[in-house]
């Protein structure tokens, strides 16, 4: 039997949306780049490069997602207002996908992060 599909599944819910873990990681406090990679590999155990990470902050910077600031000689990333609406609805969908293809569900309640 083939890995493939299942290889392509846990690449478009992990490496293809790191988003969705990048706004977790920056609910907590802004971050840098390099910190955000760091964590997204150590919590999230997605196998990351840097530069893939700064390639997807770059876009949701360009989306209105997120936005920098200087920390002395550094950029920081932060998140903009409204984000977490979003964050939200990606969140009811996957736990939809669970309820309705999985017969199993997580009740993550009612609009809590």
Do not use: H
């Amino acid at each position: 039997m083939s890995q493939k599909a299942l290889d392509r599944l846990i690449s478009k819910l992990t490496k293809e949306n790191l988003w969705i873990y990048i706004v977790k990681l920056l609910m907590e406090r802004p971050m840098y780049g390099y910190e955000i990679a760091r964590e997204v590999r150590e919590r999230f155990r997605i196998n990351v490069t840097n530069v893939g990470v700064y390639v997807v902050l770059y876009k949701m910077e360009r989306d209105g997602l997120i936005e920098t600031f200087m920390s002395g000689e550094s950029k920081m990333y932060r998140l903009r207002p409204g984000v977490l609406d979003l964050w939200l609805k990606a969140r009811d969908f996957i736990s939809s996908i669970l309820k309705d293809v999985f017969n199993c569900g997580v009740d993550c309640g009612s609009r809590q992060t």
